[in-house]
């Protein structure tokens, strides 16, 4: 069973396109993130919604919309898209708790998904 | 101050060997400090972590090493294998939501 699922894998596109990617967990958890990852493998977080609430929201182009129907997904949408958009996108989800007695790795231990490669042409 | 500083971006080990990758930070507020390990074509996945009132984690062959006054920490991996070849991702908490991410390290151990 796939815990954070994307679609599509790949997505080839042409500038100026409008795309989306998906994402669906099935942990039950209730925060969900968008991170870009570049070619040096940086990663930047973009957003982070909680129970279907915008939490995180940083500093991206308004060209990027994340929308979430349910807590269990948080899609994102791409408009007018540039070359420097090229990079691979990642969905992750937590479960925030408060740390627990004795471990930590229950404490935010965000699940990533596989992960969408965006190539802008 | 919300950065975490990690060194070295690349490292080459030979197999058996100890591979060690360090991270500073700045805020004294985080509160939990995990480090991630992501295959080439995979996401992220977390390996292993610490809380600050700990000074040393160990899961099998891999230890958190922890200096809250220095307010660094390393991840020591022993026994390398070449199986280990990843990046290394080092991060420190903001609350129960955000994770500041060092920049990555990429590990080669070479058989």
């Known amino acids: 069973d796939t815990a954070v699922s994307q679609t599509p894998k790949y997505l080839v596109t042409q500038m100026g396109n409008d795309k989306s990617i998906k994402c669906e967990q099935n942990?039950?958890?209730?925060?969900m993130y968008w991170y870009k990852q570049d070619s040096k493998k940086f990663l930047k977080i973009m957003f982070s919604?909680?129970?279907?609430?915008?939490?995180i929201n940083e500093t991206v182009p308004n060209r990027f919309s994340p929308k979430s129907p349910d807590k269990a997904h948080l899609n994102l949408h791409i408009n007018s898209l540039e070359l420097g958009d090229s990079a691979v996108y990642f969905c992750?989800?937590?479960?925030?708790?408060?740390?627990?007695?004795?471990?930590?790795?229950?404490?935010?231990?965000?699940?990533f998904g596989p992960g969408t490669r965006l190539t802008v042409l | 101050q919300q950065q975490v500083k990690q060194s070295p971006q690349s490292l080459i080990v030979q197999k058996g060997g100890i591979s060690i990758i360090n991270c500073a930070y700045e805020?004294?507020?985080?509160?939990?400090f995990p480090w991630y390990q992501q295959f080439p074509g995979k996401g992220p996945a977390l390996l292993i972590a610490?809380?600050?009132d700990v000074s040393e984690k160990k899961e099998g062959r891999f230890t958190i090493s922890f200096n809250k006054s220095a307010k660094q920490f390393s991840l020591h991996i022993m026994d390398s294998q070449p199986g280990d070849s990843a990046t290394y991702f080092c991060?420190?908490?903001?609350?129960?939501?955000?994770?500041?991410w060092g920049a990555g390290t990429k590990l080669i151990i070479k058989p």
């Open positions: 991060a420190a908490s903001l609350g129960n939501y955000q994770l500041i």
């Open positions: 805020n004294t507020a985080f509160d939990y």
């Open positions: 610490i809380r600050p």
């Open positions: 942990l039950g958890h209730d925060t």
């Open positions: 919604y909680n129970n279907k609430e915008l939490i």
């Open positions: 992750a989800s937590s479960q925030a708790t408060h740390f627990l007695a004795g471990g930590s790795s229950s404490y935010n231990e965000q699940f």
